[in-house]
C-alpha cells in the first residue's frame, strides 16, 4: 500500500432504506424498514474504507435523518486525519459531539477498514485476532400470537438454523407460553435465547425467569429498563436464567460499571452503541480480565455492518454468542464481498485486508447522498 501517512481526502454518507420482508416486532416497537447509514471515506491515496449504522430511536436515541445531518459535522472535523490514528479519530468524534454513536460507530468502522488495508491484514488480524473459531448465528422469532411464535420456529428449523432467538418482553404470563409452544415444536435440546429489551418490571422478570427454569434458556438478554441497571445484581442472584446486559451496555465505561455492582455475568455488544471498534475493544478487555463472556450483535444493518460485527467476534475467545440474522430478514442485498451465510447458521468471513466488504455502485447511485471535501 502507497503513502506512509494517509490522510482522509472525502467522506461520502448516504441514507439507505431497506424494506423488511416482514414486520420485525419487539417489546420497544414495530419495524418495516431499515433506516440504515452507508458511509464511504477515501484517503488521498485514493483508499476506500465502507461502514454503515443501523439508528434505533428507542435505544440510542438517533434517527436516519439525525445521523445523515451529525454525520457532515463529523466528517468535517475528520478530513485531513491520518485513519491510521483510529483511537484519535474516535476521541475527535467524541469531542464534536456528545452521544451520537450509531453514525460514530459508521465512520469508526470505514476509518477501521483503511487502516487494516494499510496495514496488509483482514480487519480482524488488525484488532489482534484469529479467525480461529465458528461462528453461527441465531435467527430470531419477533414477538406475536404464540401459535404464530411457534410456527416461525418451525420455519427457521426448516430452513436449518440451529440456534433460536426468541423476542420477548409483552406480559410475562404470555411470554411463557410463548416458550412452551415454541419448545414443543423444537424440542428441548436446541439453544435457545431470549430477548426482554427492557420489557419486564422487576418483580415480573423475576417472576418470569422462574417460571422459563423448565425450558433450557440459555440467557435473557436486557430483561428490565435499562436506566434501572442497579437491579441487575439482585435480578442475577434470582434469576436460573444468565443475564446478559445489551441497552444498559453502551461503553466501556457502562461496562464498568456494571461489572463493579456484579449485575450480570454477559455482555451483548454492538458497534452501533460502542460509537465503534475504539471502545467495543475496552469493552472486550474488561469482559476478558472479569470472567464476563460475551455475545457480538447488532440492529437492523445489511451485511455490511455485520461484517463488521463478525470481524469483531473474532477478537477474543470469550466472545462465544453470535446475533446475526438482520440482513436475512431484508429484501434487498446491496453489499459486495462481506460475509456469507451457510445452512445452520454458519458465517463464512471475507479474504483479503480490511473489512472485506463494499457496497454496489448502481446501489449508491440511486440513494440520497452528500460528499464532504
Given at each position: ?52 449504522c ?57 476509518i ?5 488495508q ?44 440451529s ?119 475496552k ?21 455490511l ?8 467476534a ?10 446475526f ?37 448502481e ?11
Open positions: 500500500m502507497k503513502g506512509d501517512k494517509p490522510g482522509i481526502r472525502q467522506i461520502e454518507i448516504y441514507r439507505s432504506p431497506l424494506k423488511l420482508r416482514e414486520p420485525f416486532i419487539i417489546s420497544l416497537g414495530e419495524m418495516l424498514y431499515a433506516g440504515n447509514i452507508i458511509v464511504r471515506v477515501t484517503t488521498n491515496e485514493g483508499v476506500s474504507g465502507f461502514g454503515e443501523s439508528p434505533f430511536a428507542s435505544i440510542n436515541g438517533e434517527t436516519i435523518d439525525t445521523c445523515y445531518v451529525v454525520g457532515q459535522k463529523l466528517a468535517k472535523n475528520l478530513i485531513g486525519k491520518d485513519p491510521m490514528d483510529t483511537d484519535g479519530c474516535s476521541d475527535l468524534m467524541d469531542k464534536t459531539i456528545l452521544g451520537n454513536s450509531s453514525i460514530k460507530s459508521a465512520l469508526s468502522t470505514a477501521f477498514d483503511i487502516a487494516a494499510f496495514a496488509g491484514l483482514p480487519l480482524f488480524a488488525f484488532l489482534g485476532g484469529d479467525n480461529n473459531k465458528k461462528l453461527i448465528t441465531d435467527y430470531t422469532i419477533s414477538i406475536d400470537d404464540p401459535q404464530k411464535m411457534a410456527l416461525n420456529a418451525e420455519k427457521i428449523l426448516e430452513n436449518g438454523f440456534i433460536i432467538k426468541v423476542k420477548v418482553g409483552r406480559d410475562g404470563n404470555r411470554d411463557v407460553e410463548r416458550i412452551r409452544l415454541i419448545r414443543q415444536v423444537a424440542g428441548m435440546d436446541i439453544p435457545l435465547r431470549i430477548d426482554a429489551n427492557q420489557g419486564w418490571e422487576m418483580t415480573e422478570a423475576i417472576q418470569t425467569l422462574n417460571a422459563l427454569y423448565d425450558y433450557n434458556i440459555q440467557f435473557c438478554e436486557e430483561p428490565v429498563p435499562a436506566w434501572d441497571f442497579m437491579q441487575l445484581p439482585e435480578l442475577t442472584r434470582k434469576s436460573p436464567v444468565p443475564i446478559m446486559a445489551d441497552e444498559s451496555c453502551f461503553d466501556h465505561h457502562d461496562a464498568k460499571r456494571l461489572i463493579d455492582i456484579s449485575a450480570c455475568t454477559l455482555f451483548n455488544i454492538k458497534l452501533g452503541k460502542s460509537a465503534g471498534f475504539t471502545k467495543a475493544m469493552i472486550v478487555r474488561l469482559a476478558e480480565n472479569n470472567g464476563i463472556k460475551m455475545q457480538i450483535g447488532g440492529f437492523l444493518e445489511s451485511r455492518g455485520f461484517t463488521a460485527a463478525a470481524h469483531l473474532l477478537v477474543s475467545k470469550s466472545i462465544e454468542y453470535f446475533d440474522d438482520s440482513p436475512l430478514m431484508m429484501e434487498k442485498d446491496p453489499v459486495t464481498g462481506g460475509i456469507s451465510y451457510n445452512r445452520g447458521g454458519v458465517i463464512s468471513m471475507p479474504d483479503g485486508p480490511g473489512l472485506g466488504a463494499s457496497v454496489d455502485e446501489y449508491l447511485k440511486k440513494l440520497d447522498g452528500i460528499v464532504i471535501k
